[in-house]
């Protein structure tokens, strides 16, 4: 049965009568489910102290009830591997301050693969929590030939079992049911361990200073512990650890791995379990269709072929379908300036809220089209399970540079934004290869980018045709990706040497994506851009009309040029003139470089902002991209020649310029060492490439 679709309207508030968190393996369908569930009623945010993504929602229960759904981080198992599954496990096992421990857990298990999914089941019913298990994608288990026996399923795992195909709704109704019973059942069976490590762990869980319905889980994962990560261990005392170590020397020398004792007897156990609920039958022809598919989309040649055609489409329908909303907003922009300027007198408090507020802002948020545009094609591939291949078929490349197509993932990831990008690096197990992924994930052409590409592209051929728009978009992106390859190589060859690692990467299911969840991140995305143009952008667009506008002249008779040149502004543009004019820039772009380190899509409202304060008083002001094409130096020449338009796109490309950006690597790097280090190779990177670009295109006899 489908869910109803979400509402935008606040539902009154209700107590909290359960806290719920929702757990499974990456790519099970966990978080269409849970997008499915909480609606609009999500808030996302960060746990304390690190950089995992916290995301909560409320829901209601088949009786009206509302709970608190948490949303944890997809995990395989419940060990120490990722700061990802550190969380996940802490708040499982109440440890987490800000987090209360859940009341029951929905464990999203994929049906196609259930004996890989079963094992973090698992490790859910040893923790006593009470787990509803959702059966997902139960259609592609069928047409692979799996028939799965839900009675004997649910007998064996002594839990709620309920069958579910989140992408077209199927199964909710009965998931809220069971989410929903009073009280709900405690597990009645888990993987037996071997006698001899079973006393060892309630021997060691009887001096952990914990709940009692915690302490053996607690106990056997420290036994499961390497010595080294059992050093690391903050959560109890030397004491503790000590009689751990104790534990694990006693099971050494009665023949027992603490180790992987524990994920045998889980195997064991699963084994078991599938043998009763899981029979194969004859595999459909999908199965086969899959396969031809990645016959093409993971081929050295067809492969590279539909990525980069994937791509082009994307950047066209950026550049096309985008057109139509921006030209509207664009034109709401102006109308509303136009409006406020005739209400109001002339005055500073005018000049402000149309020069500065209103332009500032409003040229931001024309580009909210485009970068939904972007978003919604991120999705795709991601739900599809296309970006598991395009990591397969970069992995050949990835390899020469000393990576492997796991770090391609936060980098593909980095085309949206450079902070979840870098965030992603935690999947990467070796130290050396997450740091470099670090150093080079903002090289990748980010979201933010994309207003400033359009403007500059606009200057440069305002008559072309979408096709040729997106060419030289995807270009940009080209010159990103290359570049991040390049600095990749350059890091593990002459810093962070080591040998390449080999590439194990799971590829899921192909899949219809869920247009509820893309519109739903889509929804998200645009709240958290809009809230930062309302924010920041706005703060940053009334300073730095204020720092264009004054002190002004002594002369009132000056123009606004010279008005524009005598303010702070100019100033500090003047100032960084001879640094930037070897790159063909001005101390107007130079303004908009200053203002655009905070985020990069402040450039444009400087842009805005400095033409607008320039040309206050004609009578006709020009659009943003005519007023940058009509630019002249002091001698005539225009300022945003084609070499100069180029130039500029190829400094973002590769500048950092992003101050949240560099304060999320000092939060995953735990030092300022590496963010500093790597704004000043970024920024050198950047300079190099304009540099390249204008005096090289000069030398060609270009202009």
């Not at 599954?85 to 859940?102: F, H, I, K, N």
């Not at 080294?228 to 791995?257: N, P, Y």
């Not at 020009?622 to 130039?647: I, W, Y």
């Amino acid at each position: 049965m489908s869910e109803p679709a979400p509402s935008a309207a606040v539902a009154p508030a209700r107590e909290v009568t359960r806290y719920v968190a929702i757990a499974g393996n990456p790519n099970c369908g966990k978080s269409t489910i849970f997008n499915s569930l909480t609606g609009l009623r999500q808030k996302v945010g960060n746990y304390p102290g690190v950089t995992v993504e916290k995301k909560t929602g409320r829901f209601f229960g088949s009786h009206g009830e509302a709970m608190e759904l948490l949303d944890l981080p997809g995990s395989y198992s419940l060990q120490i591997r990722s700061p990802d599954e550190a969380v996940a496990r802490d708040v499982l096992l109440g440890r987490q301050s800000d987090t209360p421990r859940p009341d029951a857990v929905i464990c999203v298990v994929d049906a196609s693969n259930l004996e890989r999914n079963l094992y973090l089941v698992a490790q859910m019913l040893e923790l006593h929590i009470p787990v509803v298990v959702a059966l997902n994608m139960i259609d592609v288990a069928e047409k692979n030939g799996v028939v799965i026996d839900l009675m004997a399923l649910r007998e064996k795992l002594g839990v709620p079992v309920i069958p579910m195909v989140a992408t077209r709704g199927m199964g909710f109704v009965e998931l809220r049911q069971a989410i929903s019973r009073s009280p709900l059942p405690a597990p009645t069976t888990c993987a037996q361990m071997p006698i001899v490590l079973e006393t060892e762990v309630m021997a060691l869980a009887r001096q952990l200073p914990v709940a009692n319905e915690v302490a053996r889980a607690e106990a056997l994962l420290l036994l499961t512990l390497h010595e080294k990560a059992l050093d690391e261990v903050v959560h109890h005392d030397g004491a503790i650890v000590g009689a751990t170590k104790a534990a694990q020397q006693r099971l050494r020398a009665s023949g027992i791995d603490p180790i992987s004792a524990p994920v045998d007897a889980r195997y064991e156990w699963i084994g078991r379990v599938c043998a009763a609920a899981c029979h194969t039958g004859e595999s459909h022809s999908a199965v086969s269709i899959s396969d031809k598919i990645d016959g093409w989309l993971t081929h050295r040649i067809w492969g590279w072929v539909a990525f980069l055609g994937m791509m082009t489409l994307m950047f066209f329908c950026i550049f096309t379908i985008a057109q139509y909303p921006m030209d509207w907003l664009d034109g709401a922009c102006t109308g509303f300036a136009d409006w406020v300027g005739r209400h109001l007198p002339e005055s500073d408090l005018r000049s402000l809220l149309t020069d500065g507020v209103i332009a500032g802002v409003g040229r931001v948020v024309v580009f909210l089209p485009q970068i939904l545009i972007l978003y919604f094609f991120l999705g795709i591939l991601e739900d599809t399970g296309y970006m598991a291949r395009a990591a397969f078929i970069m992995d050949r490349m990835m390899s020469r540079v000393g990576l492997h197509g796991k770090s391609f993932i936060p980098m593909l990831s980095s085309f949206a934004c450079a902070i979840p990008g870098i965030m992603a690096t935690r999947t990467i197990e070796n130290r050396k290869d997450r740091l470099v992924t670090i150093l080079v994930a903002p090289l990748m052409s980010c979201s933010a980018r994309l207003p400033v590409y359009a403007l500059m592209i606009a200057v440069l051929i305002p008559v072309a045709s979408g096709l040729a728009k997106a060419g030289i978009m995807l270009c940009m992106y080209l010159v990103g990706i290359f570049a991040a390859f390049g600095m990749a190589w350059f890091f593990k060859t002459k810093i962070f040497k080591g040998e390449t690692p080999m590439l194990l990467l799971e590829m899921p299911p192909y899949r219809m994506p869920s247009l509820r969840t893309i519109a739903i991140r889509m929804w998200e995305r645009a709240g958290l851009f809009l809230r930062r143009a309302g924010t920041v952008i706005l703060a940053l667009s009334i300073l730095l009309w204020a720092l264009a506008t004054y002190p002004k002249p002594a002369d009132p008779k000056a123009t606004p040029a010279e008005a524009l040149a005598h303010s702070f502004a100019g100033r500090m543009g003047h100032a960084l003139e001879p640094a930037i004019a070897p790159l063909g820039f001005d101390w107007k772009i130079g303004i908009g470089l200053i203002g655009s380190f905070a985020a990069r899509e402040v450039f444009v409202s400087t842009m805005s902002i400095v033409y607008n304060v320039e040309t206050k008083d004609k009578e006709d002001t020009e659009s943003l991209r005519e007023s940058m094409r009509a630019e002249r130096r002091s001698d005539g020449r225009p300022v945003f020649t084609p070499l100069v338009c180029v130039g500029l796109m190829v400094f973002y490309v590769l500048a950092m310029q992003c101050i949240s950006t560099i304060a999320v690597v000092r939060r995953e790097t735990n030092s300022w060492r590496w963010p500093l280090f790597q704004t000043a190779y970024m920024t050198a990177l950047a300079w190099i490439g304009a540099f390249v670009v204008y005096q090289g295109g000069r030398l060609l006899g270009l202009q």
